[in-house]
Protein backbone atom coordinates (compact mmCIF):
# COMPACT_ATOMS: atom_id res chain seq x y z
CA UNK A 1 0.00 0.00 0.00
CA UNK A 2 1.38 3.60 -1.21
CA UNK A 3 -0.50 6.56 0.35
CA UNK A 4 0.45 10.25 0.57
CA UNK A 5 -0.25 12.87 3.56
CA UNK A 6 -0.77 16.11 3.02
CA UNK A 7 -0.36 19.02 6.05
CA UNK A 8 -0.17 22.57 6.21
CA UNK A 9 -3.11 24.38 4.46
CA UNK A 10 -5.01 26.52 6.65
CA UNK A 11 -6.46 30.45 6.23
CA UNK A 12 -4.63 33.05 5.46
CA UNK A 13 -4.66 37.01 4.79
CA UNK A 14 -3.84 37.99 1.44
CA UNK A 15 0.00 38.66 0.87
CA UNK A 16 0.46 35.99 3.78
CA UNK A 17 2.15 32.72 3.02
CA UNK A 18 1.70 29.11 3.82
CA UNK A 19 3.80 26.02 3.46
CA UNK A 20 2.69 22.58 2.14
CA UNK A 21 3.94 19.00 2.52
CA UNK A 22 3.16 15.99 1.05
CA UNK A 23 4.82 12.55 2.58
CA UNK A 24 4.74 9.24 1.11
CA UNK A 25 4.87 6.14 2.69
CA UNK A 26 4.17 2.32 2.22
CA UNK A 27 5.94 -0.05 -0.11
CA UNK A 28 7.67 2.14 -2.39
CA UNK A 29 10.41 1.25 -4.59
CA UNK A 30 11.10 4.22 -6.61
CA UNK A 31 9.25 7.76 -7.17
CA UNK A 32 9.42 10.16 -10.39
CA UNK A 33 7.52 13.24 -10.43
CA UNK A 34 5.41 14.69 -8.17
CA UNK A 35 3.53 17.69 -7.98
CA UNK A 36 0.36 19.88 -6.51
CA UNK A 37 -2.49 20.36 -7.93
CA UNK A 38 -5.45 22.39 -6.82
CA UNK A 39 -9.01 22.62 -6.94
CA UNK A 40 -11.42 25.68 -6.53
CA UNK A 41 -15.24 25.39 -5.89
CA UNK A 42 -16.73 24.89 -8.97
CA UNK A 43 -13.52 24.70 -11.73
CA UNK A 44 -11.59 22.05 -12.31
CA UNK A 45 -8.54 20.72 -11.03
CA UNK A 46 -5.45 22.64 -12.31
CA UNK A 47 -1.45 21.44 -11.90
CA UNK A 48 0.14 24.14 -9.99
CA UNK A 49 3.87 23.11 -10.20
CA UNK A 50 5.98 19.88 -10.59
CA UNK A 51 9.18 18.37 -9.87
CA UNK A 52 11.12 15.74 -10.89
CA UNK A 53 13.12 13.15 -9.28
CA UNK A 54 16.24 14.98 -10.71
CA UNK A 55 15.31 18.13 -9.35
CA UNK A 56 13.59 19.57 -12.45
CA UNK A 57 10.63 22.20 -11.45
CA UNK A 58 7.76 24.04 -13.78
CA UNK A 59 4.81 25.94 -12.47
CA UNK A 60 1.82 27.29 -13.66
CA UNK A 61 1.92 30.58 -14.89
CA UNK A 62 -0.31 32.07 -12.54
CA UNK A 63 2.04 31.41 -9.65
CA UNK A 64 5.62 31.54 -10.98
CA UNK A 65 7.88 33.72 -8.40
CA UNK A 66 5.40 33.27 -5.71
CA UNK A 67 5.21 29.57 -5.20
CA UNK A 68 8.20 26.89 -4.45
CA UNK A 69 8.11 23.27 -5.01
CA UNK A 70 10.84 21.60 -3.53
CA UNK A 71 11.38 17.56 -2.36
CA UNK A 72 13.39 15.81 -0.04
CA UNK A 73 13.86 12.04 -2.08
CA UNK A 74 15.61 10.64 1.14
CA UNK A 75 12.73 11.46 3.58
CA UNK A 76 9.83 11.07 0.03
CA UNK A 77 8.45 14.17 0.65
CA UNK A 78 7.74 17.46 -1.40
CA UNK A 79 7.21 20.36 -0.37
CA UNK A 80 5.00 23.89 -1.54
CA UNK A 81 6.02 27.10 -0.31
CA UNK A 82 3.57 29.67 -0.99
CA UNK A 83 3.85 33.27 -0.84
CA UNK A 84 2.12 36.41 -1.75
CA UNK A 85 -1.12 34.93 -1.54
CA UNK A 86 -4.08 36.25 -2.95
CA UNK A 87 -7.91 35.11 -2.94
CA UNK A 88 -7.52 33.57 -6.30
CA UNK A 89 -5.40 31.25 -4.53
CA UNK A 90 -8.42 29.58 -2.55
CA UNK A 91 -8.66 26.13 -3.35
CA UNK A 92 -8.73 22.46 -2.27
CA UNK A 93 -4.59 21.79 -2.83
CA UNK A 94 -3.74 18.03 -3.97
CA UNK A 95 -0.54 16.40 -3.43
CA UNK A 96 0.54 13.78 -6.67
CA UNK A 97 3.05 11.93 -7.04
CA UNK A 98 3.94 9.07 -9.42
CA UNK A 99 5.39 6.24 -7.76
CA UNK A 100 6.38 2.66 -9.08
CA UNK A 101 5.51 0.90 -5.89
CA UNK A 102 7.25 -2.38 -4.61
CA UNK A 103 6.34 -5.98 -6.39
CA UNK A 104 4.69 -3.81 -9.04
CA UNK A 105 6.75 -3.29 -12.55
CA UNK A 106 5.03 -0.44 -13.94
CA UNK A 107 4.44 2.91 -11.77
CA UNK A 108 1.05 4.77 -11.27
CA UNK A 109 -0.06 8.07 -10.11
CA UNK A 110 -1.55 8.20 -6.59
CA UNK A 111 -3.41 11.29 -5.27
CA UNK A 112 -3.51 12.67 -1.07
CA UNK A 113 -6.57 13.42 0.34
CA UNK A 114 -6.69 16.90 -0.24
CA UNK A 115 -5.98 20.38 2.21
CA UNK A 116 -7.73 23.23 1.93
CA UNK A 117 -6.03 26.79 1.60
CA UNK A 118 -8.03 29.44 1.63
CA UNK A 119 -7.12 33.12 1.64
CA UNK A 120 -9.22 35.89 2.84
CA UNK A 121 -8.99 39.67 0.96
Known amino acids: QVQLVESGGGLVQAGGSLRLSCAAS????????MGWYRQAPGKQRDVVAGITSSGHTNYADSVKGRFTISRDNAKNTVHLQMNSLTPEDTAVYYC???????????????WGQGTQVTVSS
Open 26 to 33: GSIFSINT
Open 96 to 110: SANIRAESYYFPRDY
